[in-house]
C-alpha cells in the first residue's frame, strides 16, 4: 500500500511539475505582459525559486513524491537492490506518465504554448551539456545531504538557485532540463520520443551523469563502515 501510494505521489507531483512551469510562463509573458525583458525575467526567476520550494514541501508532504528520475535514481543507487527495482521498474515510469499525461493536457488547453525544450546543437555538444548540468546539480544535492543534514529552508534554497543558474546555461542549448520524464513528456507529443537525438541526450547523458556523480561523491567521501560495525557491535 506505501509502494502504491508513493507511485501515486510520483505521477501527481510529475503531473504539477510540467504545468507550474507552463502557468508561470504564461502569468509573467501573457498575464503580466513583462515579456522577454531583464525584469520579467528576474520575475520569472523569482517565481521559479518559490515554485521549487513548493515542491519540495510538497515532496515532503506526500514523503518522498519526486518529478525527477534522477533525484529518485541517485538514491537508489546508494540502497538495497529491491529499492533499485522498485525506482527504475516503477517508480521512473509513473513519473514520465505523469508528465506525459500533463503535456497532452496543456496541449489541450493552450495550444499557443509551444511544444518544450528542443535541442539547438548537435547531438554529442547536448549530450555532453545535459551531462555536466546533471553532474553539477546531483553533485549539489548530495553535498547538501551530506553537510546540512537538517536545515529543510536553507538546502531548498541553495538547491533552487543552482537548478535555476544550470538552467540558464543550458537553456539555449539543450533546454537545460536535468529532467529525464518532463522531457520525455514535451518529446513524446511531439512524436520524437524515441529518437537518437531524445534517448542520447535526455536519458542516456543524465543517467550517466547520475551514476557518474554518486560514484565520485563516495570515492571522495566514503562511508565509515568500519566504526558502523564496531559501534553495533559493542551494543
Known amino acids: 500500500m506505501a509502494g502504491f501510494a508513493l507511485l501515486l505521489s510520483d505521477f501527481l507531483v510529475s503531473f504539477m511539475w510540467v504545468w507550474s512551469g507552463v502557468l508561470t510562463r504564461i502569468f509573467v509573458y501573457n498575464i503580466l505582459g513583462l515579456g522577454h525583458e531583464p525584469f520579467g525575467e528576474a520575475i520569472k526567476c523569482a517565481l521559479s525559486i518559490l515554485n521549487m520550494f513548493f515542491f519540495a514541501f510538497l515532496a515532503k508532504f506526500s514523503n518522498g513524491g519526486a518529478y525527477n528520475p534522477l533525484t529518485v535514481l541517485s538514491s537508489a543507487i546508494s540502497g538495497d537492490f529491491s529499492r533499485f527495482l522498485f525506482t527504475v521498474g516503477a517508480r521512473i515510469p509513473a513519473q514520465v506518465v ?109 543517467i550517466e551523469a547520475t551514476l557518474l556523480a554518486v560514484w565520485t561523491f563516495k570515492l571522495i567521501f566514503p562511508q565509515k563502515e568500519e566504526k558502523v560495525v564496531k559501534k553495533t557491535k559493542s551494543e
Open 98 to 206: 505523469g508528465s506525459i499525461t500533463g503535456v497532452r493536457y496543456i496541449i489541450d488547453a493552450f495550444p499557443e504554448i509551444g511544444l518544450g525544450p528542443r535541442l539547438n546543437v548537435d547531438i554529442h555538444r547536448g549530450a555532453l551539456t545535459e551531462g555536466l548540468l546533471t553532474f553539477a546539480i546531483v553533485s549539489i544535492s548530495l553535498g547538501l545531504a551530506r553537510k546540512i543534514p537538517g536545515s529543510f529552508f536553507m538546502k531548498t534554497w541553495i538547491s533552487s538557485v543552482s537548478k535555476l543558474t544550470l538552467h540558464i546555461l543550458g537553456s539555449d542549448l539543450t533546454g537545460g532540463c536535468m529532467n529525464p520524464a518532463s522531457v520525455m513528456g514535451w518529446a513524446f507529443a511531439r512524436g520524437d520520443h524515441i529518437t537518437k537525438e531524445h534517448i542520447l541526450v535526455y536519458w542516456l547523458a543524465p
